[in-house]
């Protein structure tokens, strides 16, 4: 929650939205699962946000907090965190645009461990079984 305080305090007010929702829904993904929970998020996304857009910068927040619901609700493996790394791009851009350099350093972090995990996931289908 203090990132979510954080984009508040910096003045971008869907950043801070959507990351609050996101917050909220990755407690929530811990214990319960379900397609229809994603729906829910991805519209609280979008209701939530979509009206508060003043500018192009505002929509990058609600569609990274979107592409963060689809991964963890519709998708596994490599294709999830391709979803992942898609979000953190457009939370890395909004994050260089209000001038929040630990956000920057966050969403590289989640860059650089999504992208060794794929690695690893495809280098782990071409290893041999052992008998």
């Known amino acids: ?3 979510t305080l954080h984009f508040y305090l910096l003045g971008s007010t869907n950043g801070a939205i959507a990351n609050g929702i996101s917050f909220i829904r990755t ?3 811990i214990k319960f699962h379900g397609k229809y929970l994603g729906w829910i998020f991805l519209a609280l996304n979008i209701l939530w946000g979509v009206p508060m ?3 192009a910068v505002d929509v990058l927040p609600i569609i990274a907090a979107c592409c ?3 991964a ?8 999830m965190r391709l979803a992942f790394m898609t979000g953190a791009v457009c939370w890395i851009v909004n994050n260089v645009i209000v001038g929040s350099i630990g956000g920057v ?3 590289s972090m989640v860059l650089i461990t999504n992208l060794i995990t794929i690695i690893r996931l495809k280098f782990a289908t071409k290893l ?4």
Do not use: D, H, R, W
């Open 105 to 107: 350093m966050l969403e």
């Open 72 to 79: 963890i609700f519709f998708l596994q493996g490599i294709k």
């Open 27 to 29: 407690v929530i993904s």
């Open 53 to 55: 857009v003043e500018s």
């Open 1 to 3: 929650m203090c990132q």
């Open 68 to 70: 963060g619901t689809f």
């Open 128 to 131: 041999p079984v052992a008998p």
